[in-house]
């Protein structure tokens, strides 16, 4: 059971990681964009 138990927390460790990691280049990527169209007003397709 305790093994399991510690598997889960390592798993759920990892997803985190892995969570923040894609939230914060997401986050880049919609920054980066946002600032594409503030200089280049162009309609966006």
């Known amino acids: ?3 399991k ?3 889960n927390i390592i798993l ?8 923040s990691k894609l939230w914060s280049k997401f ?5 980066a ?3 594409t ?3 280049f007003p ?3 397709l």
């Open 27 to 31: 986050q880049f990527y919609i920054r």
């Open 33 to 35: 964009k946002f600032t």
């Open 5 to 7: 138990f510690i598997r």
């Open 12 to 19: 759920v460790t990892l997803l985190g990681i892995t969570y």
């Open 37 to 39: 169209m503030m200089i």
């Open 1 to 3: 059971m305790k093994n």
């Open 42 to 44: 162009l309609p966006s």
